[in-house]
């Protein structure tokens, strides 16, 4: 596997964590499921930058 299929692989898996968090999200807990989400929200937009870098430099060579 190369890295950008590895990447968005990891991006696929950040999504379903994200939408699971989402449709589990009860006025007990939002506190520390809101902080949660952000930070894999924040790993997610970060691999989808590292993925578009590395589509760009494979289109370019």
Not at 19 to 24: A, E
Not at 33 to 50: E, G, W
């Amino acid at each position: 596997m190369s890295e950008v299929d590895l990447l968005r692989e990891e991006i696929a898996e950040l999504e379903a964590q994200i939408l699971r968090i989402k449709n589990s999200m009860n006025k007990a807990d939002n506190g520390v499921k809101l902080q949660k989400l952000a930070v894999i929200t924040r790993l997610r937009d970060r691999f989808n930058r590292s993925l578009a870098t590395l589509e760009k430099r494979g289109a370019a060579a």
